[in-house]
């Protein structure tokens, strides 16, 4: 799974790399968890835009918006067949900001956590899915992650990991027109993987109220 990330880029190099043309706020994050809004990039048709959404989806139908507590991630290898990832597989896909997530690798001790990068990008993208939710007056966008299987690499800290989208490939993931929701499952599973680096922080970070630079300080540091 994927619970918790970091995002601590400059707003100016994020519009320039995903040719945004409207600026956007987001904070500096070093420990984003759920049910906390993020940063996420959709395309509308014409552009790519940049907006926050909230992190654990509520499908549009769901009469509780708690069941976005447990909506955090989305297994791309079923999405294609659920009722609340289906649709959205389809025509409601959106690319998750980050530049790090964190992972809890366990041994004999317990459970250390550890702060995951992508080896060549300092800013990367996760394969999201969106939706709008309204009763009443209250209404939301939210989104999930999408995950797999882990690689060879996350095999060794996690049995599972998001589906990371390689920048030639993150247009492809966000384009505006319909899409087969069994195609898009094959397209995230074929995925060239990106290289990853990993090493173990604090667990300082455990606690989502903690939100600084130690969040990501190296714990042999």
């Given amino acids: ?48 835009r940049a907006g926050n959404m909230r992190w654990g989806l509520i499908p549009f139908w769901a009469k509780d918006k708690t069941i976005g507590n447990k909506m955090i991630n989305a297994r791309v290898e079923t999405a294609d067949e659920k009722p609340s990832f289906k649709r959205l597989m389809e025509r409601r896909r959106c690319l998750i900001l980050a530049d790090s997530f964190y992972e809890w690798k366990k041994d004999g001790i317990g459970k250390r956590p550890m702060r995951i990068k992508v080896t060549d990008r300092q800013i990367f993208t996760f394969a999201g899915l969106w939706d709008r939710w309204k009763q009443g007056e209250e209404e939301l966008v939210t989104c999930t992650i999408l995950t797999k299987e882990a690689n060879d690499f996350m095999s060794d800290i996690h049995h599972r990991m998001p589906v990371i989208l390689p920048k030639s490939h993150e247009q492809d ?14 397209f995230a599973l074929s995925l060239p993987e990106e290289e990853l680096e990993a090493y173990e922080v604090s667990q300082y970070v455990n606690n989502p109220r903690n939100d600084d630079e130690h969040c990501i300080k190296a714990l042999t540091e």
Avoid: H, S
């Fill in 173 to 186: 993931w966000l384009e505006f027109n319909l899409k087969n929701a069994t195609d898009m499952k094959n």
């Fill in 1 to 48: 799974m994927c619970g918790r990330f970091t995002f601590v880029a400059n707003p100016e190099e994020v519009m320039e790399e995903y040719q945004l043309e409207l600026p956007f706020d987001f904070p500096v994050r070093y420990n984003i968890a759920p049910t906390q809004d993020i940063l996420t990039i959709i395309n509308d048709g014409e552009r790519n």
